[in-house]
């Protein structure tokens, strides 16, 4: 009786066993809408178009030889849907309780802290946006910074043209685009 139940459950308990799946992720193309990756499951078992799911307001592209985690619907051993993928050593780590970040591989990243602060650490931020007033702005306080510190025992001191940044904060605190709290 037991060898049936066996025979009978065998196909089902296969399929099953073959639902997730490790990959490596060899080729990554990112110019469909979903994107899709040479993904290489078991030694010949190399899927040239998989889709690569991603959350809705989040995308990446994983670098060539990232893990990934595969779901294949009912079972099937055809069109896997990678659902997760990992790069480890480029994963920003030692984080605490209720951080979150968005991090590169060149070790960029946006870090929102538990503690209601957030990091930046970037080489270069560009800032877009369609209304240019906002961007006009920053760029002038930008330029205001960089010609108008001044060294002192202290540090740097944003002390010469202190009228003109008043201004801009004016400015900034009226436009619709963007609101300074006052602290």
């Known amino acids: 009786m037991i060898n049936i139940i066996k025979s009978v459950t065998a196909p089902l ?4 066993s073959l639902l997730a799946s490790k990959c490596i992720l060899n080729i990554i193309n990112d110019k469909t809408a979903t994107q899709n990756a040479q993904a290489e499951f078991f030694t010949d078992e190399v899927f040239d178009d998989a889709e690569v799911w991603q959350n809705f307001g989040f995308t990446s592209v994983p670098p060539s030889g990232s893990e990934g985690i595969a779901l294949f619907v009912g079972g099937e051993r055809t069109d896997p849907l990678i659902i997760a993928t990992e790069c480890k050593g480029k994963r920003l780590n030692n984080l605490n309780e209720g951080d979150a970040a968005v991090y590169s591989r060149g070790g960029e990243y946006i870090k929102g802290n538990a503690d209601n602060s957030i990091n930046i650490k970037s080489n270069k931020i560009l ?15 930008c330029e205001l910074l960089s010609q108008s510190t001044t060294n002192t025992m202290m540090g740097a001191q944003p002390l010469l043209n202190a009228n003109k940044f008043a201004e801009l904060k004016t400015k900034i605190k009226n436009s619709d685009q963007l609101h300074i709290a006052e602290s």
């Open 13 to 16: 308990a296969r399929r099953i």
């Open 127 to 141: 800032i877009k946006n369609d209304k240019n007033e906002l961007i006009d702005l920053i760029s002038q306080i």
